[in-house]
């Protein structure tokens, strides 16, 4: 708890990381940060274009190419939300060794700042997906973005510890860095992102279930896209399982801590 006060205490030194990290991908370019908003707008559009009018593939036996495009980017972008902190966590203390040695520097906030920018890009994404179901559908879906922010919640609080563990893990392991870039891509597929989890076959579906990111997209999917309500019993152990997460990660960060300077 004095771990997370101290955090807390620091919020003002973590928005000013954390929009620096942000900015500082499109520093340079024309457009600048219109490029969070325009990167998202060309993958729906794409998705929908090809797979309703080149694939003109269906989500289930009812759902159109459209549904099947709206169902495909809400899996993508759960995915792309931890991809991005699960390849750049290993490598978190590699990239900022003028940090690490400075012994006043609060390390603890850097899985943060990666998470604040992963969150910043999913948002927009999200947005993005919101307006283009009211284009289509011709309503708001107001229930699912109040249910929205309880499912996301333990998302994040298990993303938050898993990149503790790989920030720490990352210095005394550089291979780590590759091996996430490869466990990402395998997660993807693994994920029920391109097909709904009922496609696979019941004595797999409970194995799915223990991957992270299956409730999160399917819960997503049915408060945002199909109108139902959360499963509570599922995202309350979900909750616990993330929270288990978080202490394992920042403990164990906490111990890997002190020999970073010397490892680096």
């Not at 708890?1 to 620091?10: D, G, I, K, T, V």
């Not at 990352?170 to 860095?177: K, L, Q, W």
Request: aromatic share 14%; net charge positive; with cysteine.
């Amino acid at each position: 708890m004095s771990a997370f006060y101290s955090l807390w205490q620091q919020r003002g030194l973590l928005k000013s990381l954390a929009w620096r990290d942000i900015a500082s991908r499109y520093k340079g370019s024309t457009v600048g940060l219109l490029w969070a908003l325009i990167t998202p707008l060309l993958m729906l559009a794409i998705y929908t274009a090809v797979f309703s009018g080149i694939f003109q593939a269906r989500w289930g036996q009812d759902g159109g190419p459209i549904e099947y495009a709206q169902q495909l980017f809400v899996g993508l972008t759960v995915h792309a939300l931890a991809a991005e902190c699960l390849n750049r966590s290993p490598a978190l203390m590699l990239n900022n060794i003028s940090y690490v040695k400075r012994v006043v520097f609060p390390l603890q906030l850097l899985p943060l700042v990666t998470l604040s920018s992963a969150l910043f890009h999913f948002l927009i994404s999200l947005a993005v997906l919101v307006v283009f179901y009211i284009v289509v559908n011709q309503t708001i879906p107001l229930v699912g973005l109040l249910y929205s922010p309880f499912i996301l919640l333990p998302y994040l609080i298990w993303l938050l510890g898993i990149s503790y563990l790989l920030a720490g893990l990352g210095v005394y392991f550089r291979d780590i860095t590759q091996v996430m870039g490869i466990i990402t891509m395998i997660l993807m597929f693994l994920s029920p992102v391109f097909y709904p989890a009922s496609m696979l076959p019941p004595h797999l579906q409970g194995i799915f279930m223990f991957n992270p990111l299956t409730l999160i997209i399917e819960q997503l999917r049915a408060v945002l896209l199909d109108g139902g309500s959360p499963d509570w019993g599922l995202l309350g152990l979900y909750s616990i399982g993330a929270l288990l997460m978080l202490f394992v990660g920042t403990w164990a960060f906490k111990k890997m801590r002190g020999g970073f300077a010397d490892v680096l």
